[in-house]
């Protein structure tokens, strides 16, 4: 098998957006169409959590804190990729304390046949891209041409490859918007967008959410934290701006009325992921399990305030099965859970990148198998 370490992995071509917008668009359509299987039951669950207790009689234990988890996302992925694989990672968001990603990622792809790996890779930069070029991808698709000024909500790594994906998909962006809870983190946010995107001729460290969306052609909201409307930020219909793409892979609040209204094309990344997210953690999982619009919108589905069809699946509107916008000048809405399948495929893409370069490390598990 190879391993590849994060250096290997940049070598191997990680950080290509548009090419990662490309095999996320790729991946979208299969999964709109069902040619992948996950975790669960339903063979769509997010991945296996652990969590920890608020307290324990164990004194060795971690307790709970914001982003505190270990989670494992398995999944076989069809079409050209036709690879099985999981994505395992810890997070604590106190990691950033002693210089660390409030993730760390690990990447293993298996073969389908005999289930044995044949790459470990460094999987920080592999998640964060692919993580950014599924917005990217419905932004190339969805956002307004010639769009100029971006917002962003949560200063943070997310963001940052938000950013990334955001100018690949629209280079007329030259204005950007930057909200953080601290102000520290917003001035390194703007120092790093003026040292590595010098198309930003003007960079506002705004004071609200409300100044981050208002008159932005494109919003990404990326905070993380604590489960609990009280944690979430908070957007209001009104201040989105006519036909504006709004990116929102993260936790966020909005109010039923602009939700159920159809002011806003609601297009979530897969809607079944949110169903068993829904199935797993019953009663408001919005509320209690995790903060991404799209489990907002599957509890309005659950309660009957909210007719199912009102979302669309992305991969339907790029493949034309399902329109985008449904009138002009109608924002939309794009909620982003994240799949195994994406690690997959991006992860596959690149290790296919390194053989053809002859990049890594060859590893044995064995030369022959002691208990064949």
Same mark, same amino acid.
């Given at each position: 098998?190879?391993?590849?370490?994060?250096?290997?992995?940049?070598?191997?071509?990680? =950080?290509?957006?548009?090419?990662?917008?490309?095999?996320?668009?790729?991946?979208?359509?299969?999964?709109?169409?069902? /040619?992948?299987? +996950?975790?669960?039951?339903?063979?769509?669950?997010?991945?296996?959590?652990?969590?920890?207790? *608020?307290?324990? &009689?164990?004194?060795? +234990?971690?307790?709970?804190?914001?982003?505190?988890?270990?989670?494992? +996302?398995?999944?076989?992925?069809?079409?050209?990729?036709?690879?099985?694989?999981?994505?395992?990672?810890?997070?604590?968001?106190?990691?950033?304390? *002693?210089?660390?990603?409030?993730?760390?990622?690990?990447?293993?792809?298996?073969?389908?046949?005999?289930?044995?790996?044949?790459?470990?890779?460094?999987?920080?930069?592999?998640?964060?891209?692919?993580?950014?070029?599924?917005?990217?991808?419905?932004? @190339?698709?969805?956002?307004? $041409?010639?769009?100029?000024?971006?917002?962003?909500?949560?200063?943070?790594?997310?963001?940052?490859?938000?950013?990334?994906?955001?100018?690949?998909? @629209?280079?007329?962006?030259?204005?950007?918007?930057?909200?953080? #809870?601290? #102000?520290?983190?917003?001035?390194?946010?703007?120092?790093?967008?003026?040292?590595?995107?010098?198309?930003?001729?003007?960079?506002?460290?705004?004071?609200?959410?409300?100044?981050?969306? @208002?008159?932005? /052609?494109?919003?990404?909201?990326?905070? %993380?934290?604590?489960?609990?409307? !009280?944690?979430?930020?908070?957007?209001?219909?009104?201040?989105? =701006?006519?036909?504006?793409?709004?990116?929102? &892979?993260?936790?966020?609040? +909005?109010?039923?009325?602009?939700?159920?209204?159809?002011?806003? #094309?609601?297009?979530?990344?897969?809607?079944?992921?949110?169903?068993?997210?829904?199935? !797993?953690?019953?009663?408001?999982?919005?509320?209690?399990?995790?903060?991404?619009?799209?489990?907002?919108? *599957?509890?309005?589905? /659950?309660?009957?305030?909210?007719?199912?069809?009102?979302?669309?699946?992305?991969?339907?509107?790029?493949?034309? %099965?399902?329109?985008? @916008? !449904?009138?002009?000048?109608?924002? $939309?809405?794009?909620?982003?859970?994240?799949?195994?399948?994406?690690?997959?495929?991006?992860?596959?893409? $690149?290790?296919?990148?390194?053989?053809?370069?002859?990049?890594?490390? %060859?590893?044995?598990?064995?030369? %022959?198998?002691?208990?064949?």
């Amino acid at each position: 098998m190879l391993y590849l370490s994060e250096p290997e992995v940049i070598a191997a071509g990680v =950080k290509d957006m548009d090419r990662c917008m490309d095999v996320m668009e790729e991946v979208l359509v299969l999964v709109a169409k069902g /040619d992948y299987r +996950m975790a669960g039951n339903s063979a769509n669950s997010h991945g296996a959590q652990i969590s920890f207790p *608020q307290s324990s &009689p164990f004194p060795t +234990m971690p307790l709970d804190a914001a982003d505190r988890r270990f989670m494992a +996302m398995a999944a076989y992925l069809g079409g050209r990729f036709d690879t099985a694989g999981v994505k395992w990672y810890g997070s604590n968001v106190d990691n950033r304390e *002693q210089g660390l990603p409030r993730s760390i990622h690990l990447i293993v792809l298996n073969d389908k046949h005999t289930g044995a790996p044949f790459a470990i890779m460094s999987g920080n930069l592999e998640s964060a891209y692919r993580t950014a070029a599924v917005p990217g991808a419905a932004a @190339r698709k969805l956002a307004p $041409v010639g769009a100029r000024s971006l917002g962003i909500i949560g200063p943070g790594a997310m963001n940052k490859s938000a950013v990334h994906a955001m100018t690949a998909a @629209r280079p007329t962006l030259d204005t950007i918007r930057i909200h953080g #809870r601290r #102000r520290v983190t917003s001035e390194a946010f703007a120092a790093f967008v003026s040292a590595n995107y010098p198309q930003f001729t003007t960079i506002e460290i705004v004071d609200s959410v409300e100044a981050a969306v @208002r008159d932005s /052609d494109i919003v990404s909201d990326a905070v %993380t934290g604590l489960v609990g409307s !009280e944690n979430y930020p908070y957007i209001d219909g009104d201040w989105i =701006k006519p036909g504006a793409f709004l990116s929102l &892979p993260a936790n966020l609040r +909005m109010d039923r009325e602009y939700t159920v209204s159809g002011k806003a #094309r609601l297009i979530a990344d897969a809607k079944k992921i949110y169903e068993a997210w829904a199935e !797993e953690y019953p009663a408001l999982s919005h509320e209690t399990a995790f903060g991404m619009i799209g489990l907002y919108w *599957q509890d309005l589905i /659950d309660a009957g305030h909210l007719d199912e069809s009102r979302v669309v699946n992305i991969g339907d509107v790029f493949d034309g %099965t399902a329109v985008g @916008r !449904e009138f002009d000048e109608q924002p $939309v809405l794009f909620s982003v859970g994240g799949m195994g399948v994406e690690d997959v495929a991006w992860a596959k893409t $690149v290790y296919e990148n390194a053989v053809e370069l002859g990049i890594g490390t %060859t590893l044995n598990l064995w030369n %022959t198998p002691d208990l064949a």
